[in-house]
């Protein structure tokens, strides 16, 4: 079993809806979650980064981590064409002020139609 | 965030050579890391590498196949040695903000025939 398992898609929405991306896992010493977006031929961008259970957000997106449950989720609103790119979860247990070794989700290939 | 730069961005190489790939950032940090991405797959950590320290390497990577260099706090390099078809990935560097949250480069794209 992966530690971090992602829905690999691909997921295609028409422009304008609300895009649900989900990440479960399986080691409890996970604090920190993040959500990186990657366009095609480019290197992961980072949009968006939780400690323990909670919500955030910024924009259009929001990020959710239920700790009891292992989930996370990053909710699009208003999805746009420019959001179609492959979003990866990540994870760390690192804590002192820095993230360390991330585990990486397999990635969710989005796809926002026009 | 930090601004991070790589070197070459995509090359061709042939069997058994070795090619080493350069990451600068513009800020100085403690921590860099080296991940592979291979075709159709997630990133996967290669090592860890700290300035003034010998570089942590991840289960199944070992030092002579991928030797690291950190010579200051912004920059490393990442030598894929003795290449075969299989290591041909696409390799990002990264680092660590110190406050949680990590960046990474913008890739090297290596194919070996």
């Known amino acids: 079993q992966k530690e971090v398992e992602q829905d690999p898609g691909p997921l295609s929405v028409p422009e304008g809806a609300i895009v649900s991306l989900n990440c479960t896992y399986s080691?409890?010493?996970?604090?920190?979650f993040m959500w990186y977006r990657q366009y095609s031929r480019k290197g992961p961008e980072l949009l968006m980064y939780?400690?323990?259970?909670g919500n955030k957000e910024d924009g259009r997106f929001t990020a959710q981590v239920d700790k009891s449950s292992k989930y996370i989720s990053l909710f699009i609103r208003d999805s746009q064409p420019s959001d179609s790119a492959t979003y990866l979860c990540?994870?760390?247990?690192?804590?002192?002020?820095?993230?360390?070794?991330?585990?990486f989700g397999q990635g969710t290939t989005l796809q926002v139609k026009p | 965030s930090a601004v991070i730069s790589q070197k070459p961005s995509r090359d061709i190489c042939q069997r058994g050579t070795s090619l080493t790939i350069q990451c600068q950032v513009d800020?100085?940090?403690?921590?860099m890391f080296w991940y592979r991405q291979q075709p159709g797959q997630s990133l996967t950590l290669i090592a860890t590498?700290?300035?003034?320290?010998?570089?942590?390497?991840e289960s199944g990577f070992v030092i002579d196949k991928f030797p690291i260099s950190r010579p200051n706090l912004t920059f490393s390099t990442l030598t894929v040695s003795n290449m075969s078809p299989e290591d041909s990935s696409i390799y990002l560097c990264?680092?660590?903000?110190?406050?949680?949250?990590?960046?990474f480069g913008p890739g090297t794209r290596l194919t070996v025939t």
């Open positions: 800020s100085q940090v403690t921590m």
């Open positions: 080691n409890s010493a996970f604090q920190y």
């Open positions: 990540a994870m760390s247990a690192k804590g002192s002020g820095n993230t360390g070794k991330l585990i």
């Open positions: 939780t400690y323990s259970s």
């Open positions: 990264s680092v660590d903000s110190g406050i949680h949250e990590q960046y």
């Open positions: 590498a700290n300035q003034g320290s010998e570089a942590t390497y």
